[in-house]
């Protein structure tokens, strides 16, 4: 069974996120929580298959967590997405040096995430 951990402060998105991926990917377990903190312990205790992350929270953004990701060599293996509604090719740039594995820009259809995370599961 996949693991998908779905990482968002903003809760209606993180529930239409986790909602999209548990209706659809039969075999997985999708978690999610509202902050970087929480999804960086998450990620370590659960080993996803797949992080799901919005770019900018409070606390500790999508840019600290993955990066923390890449830094622990028990995570650092695992495919991670951000989510965002940064344009600029800036950020996304940083986002790929520090190891994103992909880029859906808000908004996005349920489609675009199924086929993201179905690649990265497929990898």
Not at 34 to 39: L, P, T, V
Not at 67 to 75: F, G, K, P, Q, V
Not at 90 to 118: D, I
Request: proline share 3%; hydrophobic share 45%.
């Amino acid at each position: 069974m996949a693991r998908i951990l779905v990482i968002d402060d903003d809760a209606v998105l993180l529930s239409c996120v986790a909602d999209t991926l548990s209706l659809n990917l039969k075999n997985s377990q999708v978690v999610s929580v509202a902050n970087g903190i929480k999804g960086l312990e998450l990620a370590q205790e659960l080993q996803p298959d797949v992080i799901v992350c919005d770019l900018n929270m409070p606390e500790m953004s999508g840019y600290e967590v993955l990066a923390r990701i890449r830094r622990d060599e028990t995570t650092a293996h695992i495919p991670f997405i951000f989510l965002t509604a940064e344009a600029s090719s800036t950020k996304r740039t940083l986002g790929f040096e520090l190891g994103a594995n992909r880029y859906l820009k808000k908004p996005f259809a349920a489609s675009q995430l199924l086929e993201a995370v179905e690649f990265q599961l497929a990898t």
